[in-house]
């Protein structure tokens, strides 16, 4: 049997650790939870973690400021940062900290879940080659395969591309690829997700997948192709 992957959940709410913990046992995680920057300091520095939650705000503590502390004591683990702050320069601030990813309250717990395993491909020696966009021939170009899209399969790939483990609305990705056409429907999304995905099938050969999250949308999921 497969041991379970030991994620570390610092929140000063006891609810929302509890909660976070019950689901990510659920997908296969085994999970510690802190309610103090001084106690999940000491857990990372002497266990083994594959990965922490770390909300940006532990009573009158940081969260970034744990962050900042354990890359500078050379700690690496992938960091998801959670916050009800959704400000541009709060983003930056924990990632510039050292925090890997940043995912804001109220969040699909889905979309948590493939963060955590975007992370932790990152981590594996066995990371397949980053596949590869080519806006001159509208190619996906992988090491084993390269796949020769439409204009709009193009377009809609890239868009998916920039914002990789981010869930991308239906809505918005019609008003960015089709609203100024006078396209009246957006169910032309789907329909060019259905074109991407047999296009793009296997996944495995690309390093990443097109999955949709239930009222949340659509994200990309894995190593995101290089723009070119």
């Not at 510690?32 to 009158?60: F, Y």
């Not at 709060?90 to 510039?96: M, P, T, Y």
Request: aromatic letters at 6%; charged letters at 30%; one cysteine or more.
């Amino acid at each position: 049997m497969t041991k379970p992957t030991r994620i570390l959940i610092l929140d000063d709410d006891p609810e929302i650790t509890s909660a976070l913990s019950r689901g990510l046992t659920l997908h296969g995680y085994d999970t510690v939870c802190e309610h103090r920057v001084d106690s999940a300091l000491m857990r990372l520095r002497n266990e083994p973690m594959a990965a922490a939650i770390v909300d940006v705000m532990i009573g009158a503590d940081s969260g970034i400021d744990l962050v900042r502390t354990l890359r500078a004591e050379g700690i690496t683990l992938p960091i998801v940062m959670l916050s009800a702050l959704s400000e541009v320069e709060d983003r930056a601030r924990g990632l510039e900290a050292g925090a890997d990813d940043y995912i804001v309250k109220p969040f699909s717990f889905d979309e948590l879940v493939a963060r955590l395993k975007v992370q932790e491909r990152r981590q594996r020696p066995d990371t397949p080659r980053r596949a590869r966009l080519d806006p001159a021939t509208r190619k996906v170009i992988a090491r084993t395969r390269e796949v020769v899209l439409t204009e709009r399969e193009f377009a809609l790939l890239s868009m998916l591309a920039r914002h990789a483990g981010e869930a991308q609305t239906r809505g918005r990705i019609f008003d960015a690829l089709w609203a100024g056409e006078g396209t009246s429907s957006e169910n032309v999304v789907d329909v060019y997700l259905g074109y991407l995905r047999r296009k793009l099938d296997p996944s495995a050969d690309f390093g990443f997948e097109i999955k949709t999250l239930r009222n949340r949308g659509f994200m990309l999921d894995g190593i995101a192709p290089d723009p070119g």
